[in-house]
């Protein structure tokens, strides 16, 4: 069974870092790309990270406007990571990992974790 | 990038059918087939229901389906159940690589 388990999440101030975590279980997690989506409270879905398998050597990664140059996307064998940085009060939300449906394109999210919550406030 | 634009809320009576629009633009909707469609209930994760316009994972109930013309994509539910009430969001690829979804759609069985 596909598992993805997310922890991390917490309380930061404005300005603050923050490292989420997914581990993966139940599938060949290397073979797979994977998404970062967050979902404010009471908002709707926003994609933000994408990072390919890392099954042939490097990885590639995409970020939303909202997010590049302040999110960084990694992953190793067993878990996926997004390292948050110079984190603002709209960052506050709900983050899911996700295992994307297709390789070598960011497509759709067919298995989805339990999600974390992420609060900025001072 | 713009979020794709859906109707907020859409209504049917349990055994009819209801559509559901996805309007974006020539940077992603119109210029793909990668459009999908995911399902979430309150307090829930979502869930996919269609990929690639029209392909269904499995275990989804052929009772969803989806379809696209130029900029605009549309997910049919047919049969209303009371357990389809839920929040229905579209995503779709990018000229620039990314991803975006839809606002999000709240369906009412009535």
């Known amino acids: 069974e596909v598992q993805l388990v997310e922890s991390g999440g917490g309380f930061v101030q404005p300005g603050g870092s923050l490292r989420l975590s997914c581990a993966a279980s139940g599938f060949m997690f290397s073979r797979y790309s994977m998404n970062w989506v967050r979902q404010a409270p009471g908002k709707g879905l926003e994609w933000i990270s994408y990072?390919?398998?890392?099954?042939?050597?490097?990885?590639i990664t995409y970020y939303a406007d909202s997010v590049k140059g302040r999110f960084t996307v990694s992953r190793d064998k067993i878990a996926l990571y997004l390292q948050m940085n110079s984190l603002r009060d709209e960052d506050t939300a709900v983050y899911y990992c996700g295992r994307d449906i297709a390789l070598g394109r960011v497509a759709a999210v067919d298995y989805w974790g339990q999600g974390t919550l992420v609060t900025v406030s001072s | 990038q713009s979020a794709l634009t859906q109707p907020a809320s859409v209504s049917g009576s349990p055994g009819q059918s209801i559509t559901i629009s996805c309007t974006g633009s020539?940077?992603?909707?119109?210029?793909?087939?990668?459009v999908s469609w995911y399902q979430q209930y309150p307090g829930e994760a979502p869930q996919l229901m269609i990929y690639?316009?029209?392909n269904r994972p499995s275990g989804v109930s052929n009772r969803f389906s989806g379809s696209k013309s130029g900029n605009t994509a549309s997910l049919t539910v047919s049969g209303l159940q009371a357990e389809d009430e839920a929040d229905y969001y579209c995503?779709?690829?990018?000229?620039?690589?990314?991803?975006?979804f839809g606002g999000g759609t709240k369906l009412t069985v009535l």
């Open positions: 690639d316009v029209s």
């Open positions: 020539s940077s992603d909707v119109g210029s793909y087939n990668y």
């Open positions: 990072i390919t398998s890392s099954d042939t050597s490097g990885t």
């Open positions: 995503s779709s690829y990018t000229t620039s690589s990314t991803l975006v």
